[in-house]
């Protein structure tokens, strides 16, 4: 089994900055990729930024002011959010592809952080 525990969302003013962080624990052999999606009220579960090693991808409405990164030692993924704007106002979750150490494959979520940005 594995788990993963996210931290630091928040409140904060447009124009600001937040860095929550996802800690992966439990039974891993392997964790790759490790990502961040959101989910605004009404609307889908949205991809934000992953991380595939050192390979990132970002939404194209975060690019630029969103930076992923990742502690391999820790299995903790960030997200480092600058310059963030009301509409960034959602549930962060955090995701990871899983290697057990029974060598079985899962994908697993967090239980979700919120981040409101105010105007």
């Known amino acids: 089994q594995v788990q993963l525990v996210e931290s630091g969302g928040g409140l904060v003013q447009a124009g600001g900055s937040l860095r929550p962080s996802c800690a992966a624990s439990g039974s891993i052999f392997s964790i790759n990729p490790m990502g961040w999606y959101r989910q605004a009220p009404g609307n889908q579960r949205e991809m934000v930024a992953t991380?595939?090693?050192?390979?990132?991808n970002y939404a194209d409405s975060v690019k630029g002011r969103f930076t992923v990164s990742r502690d391999n030692a820790k299995n903790t993924v960030y997200l480092q959010m600058n310059s963030l704007k009301p509409e960034d106002t959602a549930v962060y979750y955090c995701?990871?592809?899983?290697?057990?150490?029974?060598?079985?494959?899962?994908?697993?979520w967090g239980q979700g952080t919120q981040v409101t940005v105010s105007s």
């Open positions: 995701s990871a592809e899983a290697v057990t150490t029974q060598f079985r494959v899962y994908i697993y």
């Open positions: 991380i595939f090693s050192s390979s990132t």
